[in-house]
């Protein structure tokens, strides 16, 4: 008899906001970076993605993804090398041991849902793309490592191989060319520095006008400021931010962080023509930092934009009322928060590892 079983297994996956950015690829096929990136993951109890991928021989449809309740465009390369990549996985287990179910040659159903605005700038295809692949993943009874699951999840979007660890997160830029070594580590685990936290100022939930895709291809084709930033600013970063993060110190973590932001806002700026991710709000967000600071007499909150206008601040649990309080005090003032796009703000603690 036909099996007609649905078999099926679903993840929650979290959103990781970088703090040395991604931003241009050496090999779009492959989806391989110009330079590595480090990142901070954020707990799902606040920000995640749900999806639950299923499999059966009585669906007749093709491999299918619906995002947020709409049928999503699966067809393009990033989303089919992840489902070639874990099928050829499965089918290994399944030549291994001819007992197991056929999973491999059966059509995917796939139900996604994120609990935050989608291609707004808050890494939904960092969470999306790692719970894409950690839920086949899970169907298909793979043993990977989240190391060997990063590689995938990386073909997808590349910043969804962050999301894949917990805590204080690199991506290795790796430089073979086939990007078997271009792939997430743990930095340290986010109880190494268990009181920090993250605020999210969704300053506008609306789909940005240009994707990260897009925008760091035009970026890597045009900014001259760009090739400054992935040979001298980048690793510098990086090398400073891994010590800053080892040595649990503030106040180098918060200034890396706002400086590569900068830093990837002015190639963004020096593209041509120029892509604008941020607004009026976002740069008030900035000032407000920049008072918060002044006012503490030290560096107690950092802000970071990925590519859209949404602000996250990392800060310390001891110094949350100030941040907090003073948030609220300048920005209410600033116009254009209070009436323009409003300020959903939630405070966010790590992420301690995938489900
Ligand atoms: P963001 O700043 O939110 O990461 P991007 O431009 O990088 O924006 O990517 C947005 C795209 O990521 C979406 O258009 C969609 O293709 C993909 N994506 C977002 N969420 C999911 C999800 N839950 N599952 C699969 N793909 C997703
Ligand atoms: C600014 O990972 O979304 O958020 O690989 O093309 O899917 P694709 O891009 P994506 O780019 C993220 C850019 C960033 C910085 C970062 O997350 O490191
Ligand atoms: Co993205």
Redesign the pocket.
Known sequence: MADTKVYRASTTAPV???V????G?RD?KL?L?TNS???VTLSQADLRTLTTASCSASYTEDDSLMLNGELSDISGA?AQACFRELRARRAALEAADSALPKLSAMPLKLVSENNFPTAA?L????AG?AALVQAIANLYELADSPAQLSLVA?Q?????C?SLFGGYVA?RMGDKADGSDSVADLVAPASHWPNMKALILVVSAAKKGV???????QTVATSGLFQQRITQIVPANMKTMEEAIKAKDFATFAEVTMRDSNS?HACCADTYPPIF?MNDVSRAAIRAVESINAEAGKTIAAYT????PNCVVYYLQEDESAILGAFTGVLTGVSGWKEGSAAAKSSVKLEDGIA
Do not use: C, H, T
């Not at 890494?123 to 960092?126: F, G």
């Not at 997808?156 to 969804?160: L, N, P, T, V, Y």
């Not at 994707?211 to 291809?217: A, D, L, T």
């Open positions: 990781n906001i970088a040395v950015k991604y931003w690829k779009a989806n970076p990136s480090l990142s990033r700038g890494a939904s295809s960092a793309f990386r997808g979007s590349g910043s969804a962050r991506w994707s990260s895709s897009s925008g760091m291809q990837f991710y934009f990925d590519a859209g």
